[in-house]
């Protein structure tokens, strides 16, 4: 007997408007055997990160995070869990989402392990409309990983970020992130006249950001061996093995 | 290219730590391989649930539960995650049993749901004598090894029985698997014993049922669990759990 839900059907539930907002998730597509959903999410110090949670029977759930830690580096898989019930799936994927800040923590942020592209290829236009369909479409037949920034007021489209400020980048599958600093924000839609504000903006965006930052203040990352210690453990038992 | 892993057994307590294994009743603690353990833990309505973790590479660990959910079924897999880092491992033990609970909660508990064993067969002992006790746990478990099934002792009025069937409900018994591993049987609490039981524990066997007070550790988390309500199946959690329970997560 097939007792599986449509994936579709409990995504609120799954991916509840919190957990949107804490892991910055973007871009939820739903298979068209409404099984499977993929979104993509806060990628920390990596070029883009992925979640996905894939319904399988008896109401169970596998969830997972892929990584692509280089703008065209192989997608990789990070972690996850499998036979995890509905009302679990948030938590396991801000779990998953942790493992991964924690097994890159040691590496070098993307921007610095990137080798240039060469040869350096760029155009501009003033519209940032006009500029962003260039790089997607650049993008997608080069199949390489393009940007765009401001420069002395027009949107510049090539396949190098600029060495410094904020600016978009476009996969070749037509993902946008807005990349600020050191900060990722996966986006939804390619970046429009409104958008083209957040290059220029030094204000902070949202909860992701925010969070991220909380998280800094902590006294960095933890040893692989290190316990967290009582009061932390305490809480989260009782929240895993009490929430039917 | 160098193994980084460190054997398992070093860092065996910071896996399964003091609390963890009270609140899910860790016994029988197995180091299979230089990178993997294994353990019984309370195994809620199944017979026999098993828990296993293994450093997959660097510090990374996998952690996987499976159940045997009648005494006469094989083990089977049933959740688990991978590339945990060590330091969640106990986290994500807790989590995995806690959805093993969840999926088995609308089954029937494994007494009700097994199939009486034909032809039913049994011996008994006369009581009150060590080399009795210790006779008839040998037997049991040397007639579970040998015939693969497993088998159940329990007291009767100045006798001590085995035989291939559980006692009628609303007796405590001591159940022994082809692979020798003990449990105890209160009620429909299952406790996963560590040694065989000796014959001071037969003595305490004819207790009906314990008050709460007596109760193991993990028999109270159990009864905890069950006044928390029904299972909904799709019921998120409140903001505030959630939040709590992300918070040492991420400020590793």
């Given at each position: 007997m097939d007792d599986q839900v449509p994936i579709s059907l409990v995504c609120e539930d799954l991916l509840p408007r919190d957990l949107r907002a804490e892991l910055c998730i973007a871009g939820i597509a739903v298979d068209g055997g409404q099984q499977l959903v993929r979104f993509r999410i806060d990628p920390g110090g990596a070029f883009q990160r992925g979640g996905f949670v894939r319904s399988e029977s008896g109401a169970r759930f596998l969830v997972g995070v892929t990584e692509r830690y280089l703008p065209d580096g192989p997608r990789q898989r990070v972690g996850g869990s499998d036979g995890v019930p509905a009302g679990d799936v948030p938590d396991q994927l801000r779990a998953a989402s942790g493992w991964a800040y924690t097994w890159d923590r040691d590496r070098d942020h993307w921007r610095d392990a990137r080798a240039a592209e060469s040869p350096r290829w760029a155009g501009s236009s003033r519209d940032i409309t006009w500029a962003a369909r260039a790089a997607e479409d650049r993008a997608r037949h080069q199949h390489i990983t393009h940007y765009v920034y401001l420069r002395s007021g027009k949107f510049v489209y090539g396949n190098n970020p600029p060495p410094d400020g904020a600016f978009f980048s476009v996969t070749k599958i037509g993902d946008w992130s807005l990349h600020q600093g050191r900060e990722t924000y996966p986006l939804n839609t390619a970046p429009d006249t409104g958008s083209a504000a957040n290059l220029t903006s030094q204000r902070q965006l949202g909860p992701a950001r925010l969070a991220r930052l909380d998280q800094a203040a902590a006294e960095g990352v933890v040893l692989p061996f290190r316990t967290h210690d009582v009061p932390r453990r305490a809480a989260p038992p009782s929240t895993q093995r009490r929430h039917r | 290219m160098t193994d980084d892993r460190v054997p398992i057994e070093m860092i065996r307590d910071l896996l399964l730590p003091e609390p963890l294994r009270t609140e899910l009743g860790v016994t029988g603690i197995t180091i299979t391989s230089r990178h993997s353990l294994t353990c019984r833990i309370d195994p809620g309505n199944a017979f026999e649930r098993r828990a296993s973790i293994r450093n997959i590479i660097d510090t990374a660990f996998a952690v996987l539960v499976s159940e045997r959910y009648g005494p006469y079924d094989p083990i089977g897999y049933l959740c688990g995650s991978n590339q945990v880092p060590a330091a969640e491992v106990s986290f994500q033990l807790q989590a995995a049993s806690g959805w093993a609970c969840i999926f088995d909660e609308d089954r029937e508990h494994w007494y009700d749901a097994r199939k009486h064993r034909s032809p039913a067969w049994s011996t008994s002992l006369r009581a009150g004598k060590l080399a009795s006790a210790a006779e008839a746990v040998e037997g049991a478990a040397e007639r579970a090894r040998r015939l693969n099934v497993t088998h159940f002792m329990y007291t009767e009025p100045g006798a001590l029985v085995y035989g291939n069937n559980p006692p009628s409900p609303g007796t405590d018994f001591y159940s022994v698997t082809r692979d020798g591993d003990w449990s105890l049987h209160q009620g429909v609490a299952t406790y996963p014993q560590a040694d065989a039981?000796?014959?001071?524990?037969?003595?305490?066997?004819?207790?009906?049922?314990?008050?709460?007070?007596?109760?193991?550790?993990?028999?109270?988390?159990?009864?905890?669990?069950?006044?928390?309500?029904?299972?909904?199946?799709?019921?998120?959690?409140?903001?505030?759990?959630?939040?709590?329970?992300?918070?040492?997560?991420?400020?590793?």
């Open positions: - | 039981p000796d014959a001071r524990s037969f003595a305490r066997l004819p207790g009906r049922s314990a008050s709460r007070s007596q109760m193991h550790p993990a028999r109270l988390a159990r009864a905890d669990r069950g006044a928390g309500g029904q299972v909904i199946a799709f019921q998120p959690r409140t903001g505030t759990p959630a939040s709590r329970a992300t918070a040492p997560r991420r400020r590793r």
